[in-house]
């Protein structure tokens, strides 16, 4: 058996391998395909898993991969009968998996024609799309929370980082969701106490600690969440919604300043203006600068090599 055995890999290592190295060697061009022939196999069997893992078709391909391995290895040891059986199971189990994966097959499907070439290779959706999106769904929340008069609080985070604000609170790391923002601050309920903190698009934590502001200038009448929202206003860069817990007035602070009273369309305004454009009108205008001086940095080297050059022509 073992010599069968050594037989058996030795033709196959002549007849696949070997002819196979041959013909690189004498095409060379052949390897830039077979690079790109093999990133493509594992970037499709890294998508594939990804959509299937986590569901019922994950225990099925443990059964399909051993089901591969135990047939190369009965074809290896000579098996006949038993690679014979499983040779045809193999060659029905191409319809099998068509009838089995269908859900995850037609999702990927629909997610090749629907998305961007950006998200196959796990790069989710431009941030200034997806912070404009979170934006529309915070102001969502406000509003069905203003309607029923429940008070919230709403930190999002900017530049300036509040991870020592995050920490006091508890911890989440959830996408951003109306659904989820006002279960949160619905009464008597667990983390309805305190604010809420997204951070990197995320709601990062609830039921967050805030410093107050202590200014004799505010307002006597505004409540503890009002003073919250200005405190951290003040101390970072963040913006905050305030939900009224007694009008159901919906307010913003930022830089230290409280804008009471804003409508629907004049909340989702603030927010886009100050997190969407201004930050990502700055990082556009960041990175042509950083092109320009690249480039005048190529140029003034160039220049300078011209002018060494002109001096040695003179100086023969």
Not at 50 to 57: E, F, P, Q, T, Y
Not at 236 to 250: A, C, L, M
Request: hydrophobic share 45%; charged share 25%; aromatic share 6%.
């Amino acid at each position: 058996m073992g010599n069968s055995i050594g037989i058996a890999w030795e033709k196959f290592y002549q007849e696949n391998i070997l002819n196979y190295f041959r013909s690189l060697n004498e095409n060379p061009f052949a390897l830039i395909t077979l690079i790109i022939d093999i990133t493509l196999v594992i970037f499709l069997f890294y998508y594939f898993f990804k959509i299937v893992k986590g569901s019922r078709a994950w225990q099925l391909i443990k059964g399909i991969i051993l089901l591969v391995i135990i047939t190369a290895l009965s074809s290896l040891l000579n098996l006949k009968i038993l690679n014979t059986i499983l040779t045809g199971i193999m060659n029905w189990g191409v319809i099998a998996i068509i009838v089995i994966f269908q859900p995850e097959l037609r999702r990927a499907l629909e997610q090749l024609g629907t998305n961007k070439i950006t998200r196959y290779f796990g790069i989710d959706k431009d941030i200034a799309t997806k912070t404009k999106e979170d934006i529309y769904k915070v102001v969502i929340a406000a509003e069905e929370l203003a309607k029923s008069k429940t008070g919230a609080l709403i930190v999002i985070e900017r530049d300036i980082n509040i991870q020592d604000i995050i920490a006091t609170g508890i911890s989440m790391d959830a996408e951003v969701s109306p659904q989820l923002l006002v279960n949160i601050f619905v009464p008597k309920t667990p983390l309805h106490d305190g604010a809420v903190v997204i951070s990197n698009n995320k709601i990062a934590a609830a039921a967050c600690v805030l410093p107050l502001a202590n200014d004799n200038d505010i307002a006597k009448e505004l409540g503890t969440r009002h003073r919250a929202a200005i405190g951290i206003s003040k101390e970072s860069d963040s913006i905050v919604v305030v939900v009224s817990e007694e009008t159901g007035k919906i307010s913003v602070a930022k830089d230290g300043t409280l804008i009471a009273d804003v409508r629907e369309d004049v909340l989702k305004k603030i927010l886009i203006s100050n997190i969407v454009t201004k930050r990502f009108t700055t990082i556009e205008k960041n990175k042509k600068s950083k092109i320009k001086n690249l480039k005048e940095r190529i140029l003034k080297k160039k220049n300078k090599e011209v002018n060494r050059e002109n001096k040695n022509e003179n100086k023969q």
